[in-house]
């Protein structure tokens, strides 16, 4: 049996700080709201010219120096993303040129906040199925970029960052990916979607001025399907692998709305002290929000060799995915 385990992690988010009080005086809304209803205190904004490629590569970086894996061993480079750098080339390639990653194929993964997660899972099957050794996985957004600050029922709730993975081949012990769970249904693009600058909707002067270039979400919509489904595809890792939910040590939800990951929590039957939460600081990056919770949950100490965890994620498709990773 080959596992493909993670051998480093790493994240990345830009350094500028937007707080709840900033956000005050951009739109009409208060710290006391957007806390109450998301439990978001602030969020990172990337400065101009910085990528979603950049914010990748520096993720990556940090992965592959702690995974020990020679960068000319990587064989595979996924990046789940919905802010590409551009719609082609992927920015799975830019990242390539960026780390000089010469020997892997790379391509961009689209399932809006899931991306990281499916990306994982398909990682995961190349390696298991012996075709590679070493796999590159990031999920890395810059939502700030498709946010329109004059709407404030969504630009309190996002931020931008990302975080990668390096996974390998193992065939020594049961450390690895136990399994990946993906799932999607179309047809909810009318609670949430980006509406111009593809083919339906080709960018044109007057998209640009109907504010065609920016997420559209119905928040309260989606809340439910997140919920449901969150808890849903959480059940079905646990059950998958044969354990309970008192089994997993720590539980590392899409970061999106604290709200969402209690009452996830709640129905799972998971004490709050077993669930990973950093929303406050950077609210939801999308295919970031994962990696970068992995991440800050070894790098503190949270997860340690051998505990068994869950991630799972919700996003636009809609597309939903969870895991289970004996680390
Ligand atoms: C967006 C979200 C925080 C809104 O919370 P909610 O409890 O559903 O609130 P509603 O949308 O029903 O809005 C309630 C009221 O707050 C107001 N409101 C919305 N945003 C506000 C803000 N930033 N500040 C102050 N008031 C705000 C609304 O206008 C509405 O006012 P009304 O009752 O007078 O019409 C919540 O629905 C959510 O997190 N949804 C999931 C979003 C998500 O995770 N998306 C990413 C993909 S998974």
């Given at each position: 049996m080959i596992y493909s385990q993670i051998t480093g992690i790493g994240s990345y988010v830009p350094e500028k700080v937007l707080t709840n009080e900033e956000l005050c005086s951009i739109v009409d809304t208060s710290d006391e709201w957007i806390t109450s209803r998301t439990g978001i205190k602030e969020r990172r904004i990337a400065e101009a010219g910085l990528t979603t490629s950049d914010i990748a590569a520096n993720a990556a970086r940090r992965a592959i120096k702690r995974s020990g894996v020679s960068p000319m061993d990587i064989e595979l480079i996924i990046v789940g993303t919905i802010t590409p750098d551009m719609i082609f080339p992927s920015t799975a390639c830019i990242v390539q040129e960026k780390l000089g990653l010469k020997n892997a194929a790379a391509f961009d993964v689209s399932a809006g906040c899931s991306g990281f997660i499916?990306?994982?899972?398909?990682?995961?099957?190349?390696?298991?199925?012996?075709?590679?050794?070493?796999?590159?996985?990031?999920?890395?957004?810059?939502?700030?970029?498709?946010?329109?600050?004059?709407?404030?029922?969504?630009?309190?709730?996002?931020?931008?960052?990302?975080?990668?993975?390096?996974?390998?081949?193992?065939?020594?012990?049961?450390?690895?990916?136990?399994?990946?769970?993906?799932?999607?249904?179309?047809?909810?693009?009318?609670?949430?979607?980006?509406?111009?600058?593809?083919?339906?909707?080709?960018?044109?002067?007057?998209?640009?001025?109907n504010l065609d270039h920016y997420i559209k979400m119905k928040g309260s919509e989606l809340f439910k399907y997140a919920v449901k489904y969150l808890k849903d595809v959480a059940e079905e890792a646990i059950k998958f692998n044969g354990l309970k939910p008192e089994d997993i040590d720590l539980f590392v939800p899409h970061q999106a709305n604290i709200r969402i990951i209690e009452a996830t929590a709640k129905k799972l039957c998971f004490p709050m002290e077993r669930v990973f939460v950093n929303v406050e600081k950077y609210g939801n990056t999308s295919s970031g929000s994962i990696p970068i919770a992995l991440d800050e949950a070894c790098v503190s100490g949270r997860i340690k060799e051998g505990d068994l965890v869950l991630i799972d994620a919700i996003g636009a498709g809609l597309a939903w995915a969870s895991s289970i990773i004996r680390w």
């Open positions: 499916y990306s994982l899972s398909i990682a995961d099957s190349f390696i298991k199925s012996g075709r590679y050794k070493n796999a590159l996985v990031i999920g890395a957004d810059l939502l700030s970029r498709i946010t329109d600050y004059t709407d404030r029922s969504t630009c309190v709730l996002f931020g931008d960052g990302g975080g990668a993975a390096v996974l390998s081949a193992n065939t020594e012990n049961t450390r690895g990916i136990l399994s990946t769970h993906i799932h999607s249904e179309g047809g909810h693009d009318n609670i949430l979607k980006l509406p111009a600058g593809g083919s339906l909707m080709p960018a044109t002067a007057q998209t640009v001025n």
